[in-house]
């Protein structure tokens, strides 16, 4: 599969815990992105990556949120003490910044935090 | 924040009909693109239309786009039973950044 692809696709934890979720991109994809979704809403971004390069963050982003993408290839985003409220799905996707702006997605990991 | 609203928030239709969502969106773009979502799904891109463009078909799919209105359409023609989920329109204001969604249209085809 040359696709997107996420893990874990679903975390159940409890309020207070730290949550790490991984996402790798397609291959050659010099950018990636991530977007928290809540839901019956759109997704709404949260930050990206040009190569290891961290370009943008959301306000959306909370110190509690880190991201990272060492060597430009997988990332990982960490949520430390969660809180209920951040509860939502968590997708990622990736582009190849050549020209081309169709973001391809993956199927994402569903938080659940109790 | 969302870019922009879509319109209807929901859509329900008999298989073999058209089905028609409308986007708009509040600040200048370079493209605007449609995406899929399946119910718990990720989002599947459907098709882009730039800026400069006003009509665009994929398939049994036909966008148009009308930046003077920041508005955009999104037209299946003879839906199928398939064809239900929920349609995002998402803009970039520059080639390569953050998609910007609306909160989408829920369609649902009854065979």
């Known amino acids: 599969d040359t696709g997107v692809s996420q893990n874990p696709r679903h975390k159940i934890t409890k309020r207070g815990q730290n949550v790490t979720f991984r996402c790798d991109p397609i291959?050659?994809?010099?950018?990636l992105y991530w977007y928290r979704q809540t839901l019956g809403q759109g997704p709404e971004f949260l930050t990206y990556f040009q190569n290891e390069a961290q370009l943008e963050k959301s306000r959306l982003l909370s110190d509690r949120f880190s991201a990272e993408r060492p060597k430009g290839s997988f990332s990982t985003l960490e949520i430390q003490r969660t809180e209920q409220g951040d509860s939502a799905m968590y997708l990622c996707?990736?582009?190849?910044?050549?020209?081309?702006?169709?973001?391809?997605f993956g199927p994402g990991t569903r938080l659940l935090v109790l | 924040s969302q870019q922009g609203e879509e319109d209807p928030q929901a859509l329900s239709i008999q298989e073999g009909e058209n089905a028609t969502m409308n986007c708009s969106y509040k600040t200048s773009i370079n493209n605007l693109q449609w995406y899929r979502q399946n119910s718990g799904r990720g989002l599947v891109h459907l098709i882009l239309i730039r800026s400069n463009e006003r009509e665009k078909h994929s398939g049994r799919l036909r966008v148009t786009l009308d930046t003077s209105k920041k508005s955009s359409s999104l037209l299946i023609t003879a839906s199928r039973a398939a064809d239900t989920a929920s349609y995002f329109c998402a803009t970039i204001k520059a080639a390569g950044n953050k998609l910007t969604f609306g909160g989408g249209t829920r369609v649902l085809v009854k065979p």
């Open positions: 291959s050659e994809h010099n950018r």
């Open positions: 996707a990736s582009s190849l910044f050549v020209g081309g702006e169709t973001q391809y």
